[in-house]
């Protein structure tokens, strides 16, 4: 596809991005995190005051702990980074990677949660001269592969820690009014269904995929973007038996980056609780960070905002004590990894766009 048709068939990403660095846009997940970490610090003071609050600090050692969690998050993003340097055979450099990475988050972070930022991807890879098709396959890779960690990671540590220690009784009936578990085992077996669908279709059926996209703009108001959805489908099938075609050794170091990833992303909870409290079970946490981050999919939420503070305290409360210093660890936890996203992007999104610009 030409550069030029590529940049119009993303103008409609681009313009999304551009409004969701509106004030509003990124006030909104933060109102709604702080409502809801004001109305847990309420909840949670209501016997005891904030004056044992006052009284509480860092553990020995707590300051090292925190600064772990810094690396843990740090970890992370390098993860993700090296990823992307693997996947496109090495076509994006460290900046690039980086400031892909920062779109991808900020993307993630303003949309809903059950929607993701996969477009904003997306959009990001091509604007850094990645064809658009091949910009599609490395999302969907790398979607693959965030997605195999779960399914056999998650297996790994629920039953090391015991699966019928997972699923905090209090949480039952609290969301959709199903059982925590069964939510569980529902976005599960969706990430199951959705792993295998995308394997198939990037590695066995990409023809599949343009004809999709054809089709999907046959119609009148929208059939002049066809021959560019061709181009996509033709960029994706080149991509697909580029894919096909790597060494074991590309796809272990692939892999790698993304255990890397999420491996150091669920330890900054427990760096964090740890610089406060002597946590009960600090495999019983990652554990349940696991349930908690599958469970978070179905938020309509920005990010997640609000309901992730809110089944923060219910995943948690059993493991760390009570009172505003629990509510304290959530906001710290939520800052962390995801208001310094928000932030971060609105940052840098602007400035990328300025250094993407064509002519």
Request: glycine residues 8%; aromatic residues 12%.
């Amino acid at each position: 596809m030409k550069i030029e048709e590529q940049n119009k068939a993303l103008g409609p990403i681009e313009g999304d991005l551009k409004r969701d660095l509106r004030g509003w846009r990124l006030a909104l997940p933060m109102a709604l995190g702080l409502l809801a970490t004001g109305l847990l610090l309420w909840k949670e003071t209501r016997s005891t005051g904030l004056a044992p609050l006052f009284r509480s600090g860092l553990v020995e050692g707590g300051l090292i702990l925190l600064l772990l969690a810094l690396v843990a998050n740090s970890l992370r993003d390098l993860g993700y980074m090296l990823r992307l340097r693997i996947l496109s055979g090495n076509t994006l450099s460290w900046r690039q990677a980086f400031q892909v990475t920062a779109v991808w988050e900020f993307a993630t972070a303003v949309a809903p949660a059950v929607i993701g930022g996969t477009s904003g991807a997306i959009y990001a890879l091509a604007r850094e001269k990645v064809p658009l098709g091949r910009s599609a396959a490395i999302v969907l890779v790398t979607a693959m592969l965030d997605e195999i960690f779960f399914l056999v990671a998650a297996p790994l540590v629920f039953f090391s820690v015991g699966m019928e220690r997972l699923f905090p009784d209090d949480l039952d009936q609290a969301m959709l009014g199903l059982p925590i578990e069964t939510i569980f085992w529902i976005g599960y077996a969706f990430m199951a269904l959705m792993k295998l669908a995308i394997f198939y279709s990037v590695f066995f059926r990409p023809r599949a995929i343009k004809l999709l996209l054809v089709n999907l703009f046959r119609h009148r108001w929208i059939r002049g973007f066809r021959p560019r959805m061709a181009d996509a489908g033709d960029d994706l099938i080149a991509a697909s038996a580029e894919f096909k075609g790597r060494s074991l050794a590309f796809w272990l170091k692939a892999i790698g980056a993304t255990w890397c990833s999420w491996g150091a992303r669920f330890l900054v909870l427990n760096f964090i609780a740890g610089a406060f409290f002597p946590v009960a079970s600090h495999a019983l946490m990652y554990a349940r960070q696991i349930v908690l981050w599958v469970v978070l999919l179905i938020s309509p939420t920005p990010g997640g905002s609000g309901a992730a503070e809110f089944a923060f305290v219910g995943f948690m409360r059993d493991l760390l004590p009570a009172g505003a210093l629990l509510v304290v660890v959530a906001l710290l936890w939520r800052l962390l990894t995801y208001y310094l996203y928000l932030v971060a992007g609105s940052v840098i999104v602007p400035r990328w766009l300025r250094r993407t610009r064509r002519p």
